[in-house]
T-cell receptor
Framework: RKEVEQDPGPFNVPEGATVAFNCTYS??????FFWYRQDCRKEPKLLMS???SGNEDGRFTAQLNRASQYISLLIRDSKLSDSATYLC????????FGAGTTVTVRA | GAVVSQHPSWVICKSGTSVKIECRSL??????MFWYRQFPKQSLMLMAT?????????EQGVEKDKFLINHASLTLSTLTVTSAHPEDSSFYIC?????????????FGSGTRLTVV
């Protein structure tokens, strides 16, 4: 079983829409999670950390559900520039990446 | 913020030749360097972890004699793909730990796209 698994999408949404997706993880002891963003043919870039209490950064909200072992990312008021692949990552002395969820925001 | 310079950004080589990829931490000392490989539409897969001055630790299934890693200084790590074959064509990315960044110490290079023909 993979350490982190994601719905690959793609999620095609119009500008201004809200889009949300999850990532499940297998190690119940995992403590540290992140969402990264990766644009085509580029390196991944940190979007935000994920805290147990949930955290928000502008239009982005991340949640961690330990009981069900998943993390989520919600994007409000989608912009064209939000089109990217979003990678779920957990840090267990090394970073383990999910395969990514592709989001395409259309005009 | 911390910067990791990776080059070349892309390379095309003939089958059987070797290719060296360099990652340099420009404004911090990278005590640990991680090397990843990413095939199209797949996740980044960790290949190996290297600590300055010691041998790299390879992940299961990664041939250490084929992917030579050298981390001789705190600012430079290299990955050499020896006797490259078309199946080695991939996107290789390094990540350095040790920088003072909001990224909890993980700074990525910009990646190297290797095409073996």
């Amino acid at each position: 079983r993979k350490e982190v698994e994601q719905d690959p999408g793609p999620f095609n949404v119009p500008e201004g829409a809200t889009v949300a997706f999850n990532c499940t993880y297998s190690n119940s002891a995992s403590q540290s999670f992140f969402w990264y963003r990766q644009d085509c043919r580029k390196e991944p870039k940190l979007l935000m950390s994920v805290y147990s209490s949930g955290n928000e950064d502008g239009r982005f909200t991340a949640q961690l559900n330990r009981a069900s072992q998943y993390i989520s990312l919600l994007i409000r008021d989608s912009k064209l520039s939000d089109s990217a692949t979003y990678l779920c990552v957990h840090n267990d002395y090394k970073l383990s990446f999910g395969a990514g969820t592709t989001v395409t925001v259309r005009a | 913020g911390a910067v990791v310079s990776q080059h070349p950004s892309w390379v095309i080589c003939k089958s059987g030749t070797s290719v060296k990829i360099e990652c340099r931490s420009l404004d911090f000392q990278a005590t640990t360097m991680f090397w990843y490989r990413q095939f199209p539409k797949q996740s980044l897969m960790l290949m190996a972890t290297s600590n300055e001055g010691s041998k790299a630790t390879y992940e299961q299934g990664v041939e250490k004699d084929k992917f030579l890693i050298n981390h001789a200084s705190l600012t430079l790590s290299t990955l050499t793909v020896t006797s490259a074959h078309p199946e080695d064509s991939s996107f290789y990315i390094c990540s350095a730990a040790g920088g003072q960044t909001a990224n909890y110490g993980y700074t990525f290079g910009s990646g190297t796209r290797l095409t073996v023909v």
